[in-house]
Nanobody, 115 residues
Framework: QVQLVESGGGLVQPGGSLRLSCAASGRLFNFYDMGWYRQPPGKQRELVASIGSGGDTNYADSVKGRFIISRDNAKTSLDLQMNSLKPEDTAVYYC?????????WGQGTQVTVSS
């Protein structure tokens, strides 16, 4: 069992930055593929960025060059550095952990980009 707790969301002006964190409890964190997803108001949840157990990363086209995903296996944590934020980045952001048949989600953290 893995529990995921996101933090770091909030209100930020366009062009600003936020850093989201996901604290994971449980065993074998380094085996899990990790990802950040988001769900804008009235829309479906979508992949923002992912990082595999080996450190390989993948980004949605809409965030490439602005967001950076990273993980610290020793601290069992996942981060998302978000720069040059736009109003369309407004969403609830979720952390996800997957490995073989296991699939865990955090409760989400709200990010609002508005002037």
């Amino acid at each position: 069992q893995v529990q995921l707790v996101e933090s770091g969301g909030g209100l930020v002006q366009p062009g600003g930055s936020l850093r989201l964190s996901c604290a994971a409890s449980g065993r074998l964190f380094n085996f899990y593929d990790m990802g950040w997803y988001r769900q804008p108001p009235g829309k479906q949840r979508e992949l923002v960025a992912s990082i595999g157990s080996g450190g390989d990363t993948n980004y949605a086209d809409s965030v490439k060059g602005r967001f950076i995903i990273s993980r610290d296996n020793a601290k069992t944590s996942l981060d998302l550095q978000m720069n040059s934020l736009k109003p369309e980045d407004t969403a609830v952001y979720y952390c996800r952990a997957t490995w073989v048949k296991f699939n865990y989600w955090g409760q989400g953290t709200q990010v609002t980009v508005s002037s």
